[in-house]
C-alpha cells in the first residue's frame, strides 16, 4: 500500500516564498492564495506600515488617557472652587471659571491630537507609484517620526496625573503642559511635511 505522496523540496520552497518562481499552476494557485492575491503580508514596506499605524495607536491611546485625567480634574476643580449657582451668585467669579475653562481646552486639545495622530497619511500601496518611487525610505522616515512622537506623549499622562485641583491655581502646571502639547503640534505638522516632500 502507497502512502500519500509528499511534495519535493523544491516544491515545498516555492510554497514558502512566493518570490520563487515555478510553473506548476497548483503552486502558483496556493502562492497566490498566501500572498492575499497580491498583498504580501511579509512586504518590508506593508510590515512598516502596519508597524506605524500600531505606534499611532499607541499615542493616540495615552492621549486619551490624558484627555480623561484632564476631565477629571476639572470637575474636582469645579466641585472645590466652584460654588453652585445662587440667587446673589448666578454666575462663578470670572477667574475660577477662566482656569475651568483652561483646563477644558487643554481636555479637547488632547482629544485633537489623539485624532489627529490616528488619522495621519501613509503612503498608499499602489504599484503603480511604487515603481516610480520607492516608498520604504518614506515609510521608515514617517515609522521614526511617529516613535519619536510617542516617546514625548509617553510623559504627558504622568504630567497630567501629578495635577491636582491646587496645581489648577498655578499657572506654572498649566503653562507646562500647554508647552508639551505645542511641541506634539508640531510634530505632528513636521510628520505631515515629511510626506508631502
Known amino acids: 500500500m502507497n502512502g500519500p505522496v ?3 523540496t523544491d516544491v515545498v520552497r516555492a510554497l514558502l516564498d512566493p518570490a520563487t518562481p515555478t510553473n506548476d499552476p497548483v503552486v502558483q494557485l496556493f502562492q497566490t492564495a498566501l500572498s492575499g492575491f497580491g498583498y504580501d503580508l511579509y512586504d518590508p514596506r506593508n510590515a512598516a506600515r502596519a508597524n506605524d499605524l500600531l505606534v499611532r495607536e499607541k499615542g493616540a491611546a495615552l492621549l486619551g488617557t490624558a484627555a480623561r485625567t ?3 480634574l476639572e470637575r474636582r476643580y469645579r466641585e472645590r472652587f466652584i460654588q453652585a449657582a445662587s440667587r446673589e451668585h448666578p454666575y462663578p467669579a470670572p477667574d475660577l471659571a477662566r482656569r475651568a475653562k483652561r483646563v477644558h481646552d487643554l481636555e479637547r486639545r488632547c482629544d485633537a491630537l489623539a485624532t489627529a495622530l490616528l488619522t495621519c497619511e501613509s503612503p ?3 504599484a503603480i507609484w511604487s515603481r516610480v518611487r520607492d ?5 521608515d522616515a ?3 517620526a511617529d516613535i519619536a512622537l510617542v516617546v514625548g506623549i509617553g510623559e504627558l499622562p504622568g504630567l497630567v496625573a501629578r495635577l491636582d485641583p491646587e496645581a489648577v491655581t ?3 502646571p498649566l503653562a507646562e503642559l500647554d508647552a508639551m502639547l505645542d511641541r506634539l503640534e508640531g510634530a ?3 510628520r505631515r511635511r515629511t510626506l508631502a516632500i
Open 6 to 8: 509528499l511534495p519535493t
Open 70 to 72: 484632564l476631565g477629571l
Open 124 to 126: 498608499g500601496s499602489d
Open 135 to 139: 516608498e520604504r525610505p518614506t515609510l
Open 142 to 144: 514617517l515609522l521614526a
Open 170 to 172: 498655578a499657572e506654572a
Open 188 to 190: 505632528i505638522d513636521a
